[in-house]
């Protein structure tokens, strides 16, 4: 049912009124569920690599077809965002199509169902059948459940399945949820569904990458669970890892990096690679894999059910590398194996369960295999145990030395863990089961829990001195450090809580908190001991405040916090306390000793101001967390700060127009820690001393106010050297268009993609308002603009606005890229430009994506903090954008107007060397406004040709 939020009250009202003793008192309603988000499962698109069918050779495809398998009369469902039903490689493919999303129709607006239901069942029509799916003749549902944004409901999923399942022998979902043990309404709704029609249901692990990450209904028993790895069979550093409470998921692996299949019409999902193709990455790339893959072995055997569909793909796996059967399942798919196999395994990945403590009972089983041979085989059969880290136990496990299994029959071997042989050293195993015979290699893994005693762990928390109760809180995250997978549970410690946990060894970390002056505390302790009852404090009140000070010079404190990041080999887990006012609201740490397992480092970060001069002070305190965490800036210290000279000039002269800073800092372990800003006072500069901590990453940005909007100037991230010096400049001129290389590091969200080309496909993004090579703002959209592409000669495209993607010859061509923009409503400089961009391009080989090689104008026009002319010559360097090669800069003319870009005239250029020029300005006349224009050429073929008017105007 669904209700307005603003009846949501009523609604509560209504279902406490279902509150009874009894189903009948209730209806018959056992559980209620909130209709969870579901997505798409597409992981960022890095670096492509290998031929573009790599991933059909790679999971055994063309093997599989030359033994006749091509998916001919069996059905497969996608369940996605929609499908382009025109798209070459779909045409005559699709048998039926329903929309259940909140979007209108059954069209692809976002990309990701035509990508997916291509690799089911495409038939490369567009690319002359290289590029088909992996059951060309499949017949295909399109389920549209997922919106044109790639998100949906847990119920239009639900419907979707219940639509698909009486239709369909697979059902494939690219999509998913968050992790759950199983039990949530979207894996029962599969579990239902498979057992009452006997569809198999091929489901995306998902993209977090973390260990008991898979989504539902991933998380679903019936599902075959699909994980992704590379070219190389590696496990992608995206894909969701298992286990599932104590249960290996997902059960597969398959190709799902850099997966070039279909492109809906108009989309720009993934990294197209012409019209008709894009590139992708996913978990959701890995899955229409293997249920293309389930639909080959399905047309063959249609008395086959989907137990047994899981059970001969997952059996005849490959082996991947990364991670263990909990995390990836048997191995990489290899759908020609099972094709041929003249035996098949009977079963997939068999979990055993739990030999409890104390007993630590036998554990047992039987397998079974079943025969595709006109003849008998008999199977050679081995085990070998290994716990978590891929230690051997021998003699763990026991089967019989061979298996007979008939032609056309099944046999059965049983298997035997004797779990009191690994009662001292308890937890999760994997006991893999090889079969070999008749030119069959089969292996099964059979997982199960040799449980350790458990003990209750308390954790209680006191607060922070002067904290009013109600405004009391705390809270801890408690993590198995041999393996998460036994324990990871977040606790509500405002109380005392208490949790019943496997012995070992923990981390215990949190925070306390005071929301009534929102001050706030790190807390807890890295690395318990549980053999026995054990207690951990949660210890506000022994917190100390952290701080620092500079020695010698009297500073005010104007952000401070502190970061605490624990490492045992599965993932971080990292906890912050911040403040910026640490006047009225500072930061505390409770002391902490030192760990044995893993990794433990603790910071405090603090930004430190004296008139002229600002301190950005991060203070590693090693492997725990000090009595006194207190911090001096020695002169020792300050040396081997970086030093930063700012300055801050005046947009157009005026000082009127606020500006503002700030600096994030990215710590080794690659979080971000450090976030200082602060007002500055136009026409001014600073001194900046920053902590060069190894393996830290600085970033700057500034802030000019354009109208009634912040305009933000920012870049990658860097390195600063321990006394080193540089410098900085905010409220540049002028302001012009230019590209994104993408070749930097920067965790904001308004980095543009690079201007790029893969395949015969040119992506485009070009920000408006650049002060300087591989800056970027986050778009104003008041600047008008317009982009057009040609090649030799012949116009390509045109765009209105900074981001093109055009469709280019494979061949080399000469290329040129024109935008011009109108910034005038927002900006009283730099308010149009034209530019030019000129540049050979090529297909790159191997399906690789090459950045463009456009021509790029720094310039240092030498104003002063007013922005004014300063009588020094300007300045302009001149290079390719970052990572499209390098070539020696042949010449450079520059020209001035001062009537708007009417006239133009030529001024002497004096080289400099390394492509960089210089040359005068004109005289300076009050009221005067100067456009520049620049020309340039290198040795590569590469030019620009950019004009900016009203550069500068002269107060």
Known sequence: ???????????????????????????????????????????????????????????????????????????????????????????????????????????????????????????????????????????????????????????????????????????????????????????????????????????????????????????????????????????????????????????????????????????????????????????????????????????????????????????????????????????????????????????????????????????????????????????????????????????????????????????????????????????????????????????????????????????????????DPANFSASATVVNLADMALFSEWVDATGTAKVRVPDGRYAVLGNVDDFGDWRSALAGDPEVVVGGPATVTLDGAAAVRVGARVEGVETEQTMMSADMVRDAGQGLWWFSAYSFDPANAPVYAQPMGGVQTGTFSAYTNHRLTAPGTVYDVVHPLGGGIPADPAHVVTGAELKRMARVDQEFAAFDGDLGIPMSEKRYGISPEGLLTFDAAGDVKPGTSRTDYVSTVPGMLWGDEGFVKFGEEFWVDQGPFGKLEPGERVSARWGLQPLRPGPYSGTGVTPSGCARYPAARTGQSMRVAIVDLQTRPDGFDCAMHEVKGHMALFADDQKVGEKDGPFGEFTVPSGEADYRLTYDNDASAILPVSTRTSTSWTFRSREPRGGRSANLPLLLVDYDLNLDLRNQPSGEPAVFTVARMAGSGRAEVTGLRFRTSVDDGGTWQDVQVRPLGGGRFAAPLPAPVKGQAVSLRVTAQDAGGSGVDQRVIRAYRVR
Do not use: C
């Open 1 to 467: 049912m669904r209700q307005p939020k603003s009846d949501a009250s009523a609604l509560g009202r209504t279902l406490a009124g279902l509150r009874g003793p009894s189903l009948k008192a209730t209806g018959g309603i056992r559980h209620i569920w909130l209709d969870g988000k579901v997505k798409a499962n597409t992981a960022p698109t890095a670096p492509a690599a290998g031929r573009l069918d790599r991933n059909l050779r790679q999971v055994g495809a063309p093997e599989a077809w030359r033994a006749g398998y091509t998916g001919k009369g069996a059905k497969v469902a996608v369940l996605d965002t929609g499908v382009d039903a025109g798209h070459p490689d779909l045409k005559g493919r699709i048998a039926e199509t329903r929309n259940f999303s909140e979007s209108a129709g059954t069209a692809d607006r976002f990309g990701h169902g035509t990508h997916v239901a291509s690799t089911v069942a495409g038939t490369g029509a567009a690319s002359d059948g290289r590029r088909k799916g992996v059951a060309p003749d499949a017949d295909l549902l399109i389920g549209k459940v997922l919106d044109d944004e790639g998100s949906g409901t847990d119920s239009s999923v639900i419907a979707g399945m219940e639509w698909a399942a009486p239709r369909a022998d697979v059902v494939n979902m690219s999509l998913g949820g968050a992790p759950t043990d199983g039990a949530d309404p979207l894996s029962l709704a599969l579990n239902d569904l498979t057992r009452r029609h006997g569809t198999l249901f091929v489901v995306a692990a998902g993209n977090d990458g973390l260990v008991g990450s898979v989504g539902s209904p991933g998380t679903a028993d019936a599902a075959l669970t699909v994980g992704a790895v590379d070219a190389r069979d590696r496990l992608a550093e995206f894909s969701s890892r298992g286990p599932r409470g104590h249960a290996a998921k997902p059960e597969i692996v398959a190709p799902g990096v850099d997966i070039v299949a279909a492109r809906a019409e108009g989309t720009a999902m993934g990294t197209p690679t012409g019209a008709a193709y894009t590139k992708s990455s996913g978990t959701s790339m890995a899955t229409p894999h293997v249920a293309g893959a389930a639909a080959l072995l399905a047309a063959r055997h249609p008395d086959w059910g989907p137990a047994r569909l899981k059970a001969a793909l997952v059996g005849t796996a490959d082996p991947a590398t990364g991670g263990d059967a909990y995390e990836r399942g048997a191995g990489r798919l290899d759908v020609g194996e099972a094709a041929k196999s003249p035996v098949l395994a009977a079963q997939s990945i068999v979990d055993l369960g739990t030999s409890r403590f104390p007993q630590h009972g036998a554990l047992s089983t039987k397998l079974g295999w079943t025969s595709q041979s006109s003849g008998p085989v008999r199977l050679r059969l081995s085990v070998k145990v290994v716990d978590r880290r891929g230690h051997a136990a021998d003699g763990a496990a026991s089967v019989p030395a061979a298996v007979d299994v008939p032609a056309g029959g099944a046999g059965e071997a049983p298997l035997t863990v004797n779990a009191a042989e690994l009662a001292d050293r308890p937890g999760l195993y994997t006991a893999v089961v090889t079969a070999k015979g008749g030119g069959a290699v089969l292996e099964t893994p059979v997982t199960f829990y040799v449980e350790p005693p458990s003990h209750d762990l308390t954790i209680r928390a006191t607060p922070l001195p002067g904290t």
